[in-house]
């Protein structure tokens, strides 16, 4: 089974407990003609609410401050007196009656850190006031690795409470995968920028710092310019916050690349730059048009291409902002390009291109890859569509 079939099933035994629960509460009391829907609607209805809130801070993984959110939720869940939250070496939080047990829970879930299996135990609390007289223990397991335990303590034993547990730990479980999807994902795209770094030429820097040592003596203003461009181009390019930026700073930081290229090549190059105010607020991830702009220049001035103009252009398209990268260059055997885009052109070859393209496809899905059209000595126009708004796209 799928990990999604898994969290439909373990979701779906959650909400047949708890409207099982909630809807036992409410026949002992008698229901309003004023109310809406039925009780079973109801009962449903406080599970899922009750779910979804506990739901969101574990996507952070098992911390000290996702436990803390998410206990009263699990707890409400399974409608239990105390529940208490652990990872490998501690207890992260304790929410309920009882709390003085806390001291003692690691030495009774020793075994089961060490199995990964259920244990069940009565609590052996001297306190006669305290209600918590058993209790049940169940591992939180991700990639078959135990990473702490979920308890639930009451005041007797009792094998629903028992079942109960069991898939509230088992959904739990399911939101600790999806963090670590989530961290996984993060790392991905953090290695994806360091080798967009990485791909930022020493040629290009070297050519740079030597097309404003060439203004020194005759242009001193000019070369004052070029150098404070070159300062601020590295320090966006190596920033280190932030999956995401917006299309003005990306935008802002192409012109100073290309005020450092035209530096150096003067009138053969000349570029066209058209952008719709509405859409500079746009997110989209970071680095993601810069290589796009370093790969029009490569071939628009390649070989023995004397002059070359790029046109670059940011449009209000509805719904999507649509940027087009346009050169006049040498393109691309079509075939090549799509050896390119498949990650067979070679460690040095369209690493930008292969690069951008997956990362708009993890990030907006598989209708937003890299749309490009060329041909050998036809030049190279580059398409990339990108939605106004995107839930966890925000530019920083």
């Known amino acids: ?10 979701l779906l035994v959650l909400l047949l407990l708890g409207a099982g629960f909630l809807l036992g509460r409410r026949s002992a009391r008698p229901v309003r003609t004023s109310d809406v829907g039925t009780p079973v609607e109801h009962a449903t209805f406080e599970t899922l609410h009750t779910a979804s809130l506990a739901a969101p801070p574990l996507r952070a993984g098992l911390t000290e401050e996702s436990a803390r959110k998410s206990a009263r939720g699990l707890r409400s869940l399974l409608g239990t007196d105390a529940l208490c939250l652990t990872d490998r070496d501690r207890v992260l939080v304790w929410d309920g009656a009882g709390e003085h047990h806390g001291r003692h829970v690691m030495d009774q879930v020793r075994g089961l850190l060490a199995s990964g299996r259920d244990t069940a135990f ?35 034993e009792s094998a ?32 994806e920028i360091r080798a967009l770094r990485a791909q930022i030429s020493p040629h290009f820097i070297f050519n ?5 040592a060439s203004f020194v003596r005759t242009d001193p203003e000019q070369a004052r310019e070029l150098l404070l461009e070159f300062a601020d ?16 700073d990306e935008l802002h930081s192409i012109d100073q690349y290309l005020a450092l290229v035209r530096a150096r090549f003067g009138e053969r190059l000349a570029v066209t730059l058209q952008v719709a105010p509405e859409v500079l607020p746009v997110a989209l991830p970071f680095l993601c048009l810069q290589p796009l702009v370093e790969n029009a220049v490569k071939h628009g001035l390649e070989g023995a291409v004397t002059s070359s103009r790029i046109t670059i252009s940011a449009l209000d398209a509805g719904s999507e902002a649509e940027v087009v990268i346009e050169d006049d260059g040498t393109g691309m055997d079509p075939e090549r390009l799509r050896h390119i885009l498949r990650g067979e052109g070679g460690k040095s070859t369209g ?6 393209d997956e990362r708009l496809r993890q ?7 890299l749309v490009i059209e060329t041909g050998i000595g036809a030049g190279m126009k580059i398409t990339v569509r990108l939605p106004k708004y995107r839930a966890g796209v925000h530019g920083s």
């Open 351 to 356: 690493i930008g291109l292969l690069n951008v």
């Open 160 to 191: 629903v409470l028992a079942r109960a547990a069991g898939e509230v730990a088992r959904w739990v479980c399911v939101q600790l995968e999806l963090a670590e999807l989530d961290r996984s994902r993060t790392q991905l795209i953090e290695a």
């Open 122 to 156: 009565a609590s052996d609390c001297d306190d006669l006031d305290c209600p918590l007289r058993w209790a049940v223990a169940v591992p939180l397991t991700v990639d078959h690795r135990v990473l702490g335990t979920l308890i639930a303590y009451a005041p007797r």
């Open 363 to 369: 990030v907006y899905g598989d209708d937003y890859g």
């Open 208 to 212: 740079s710092l030597a097309a404003i």
């Open 233 to 248: 181009f590295t320090r966006y390019s190596f920033r280190s916050h932030g999956d995401f930026t917006t299309l003005a």
């Open 1 to 10: 089974m799928t990990g999604t079939g898994y969290a439909a099933v373990v």
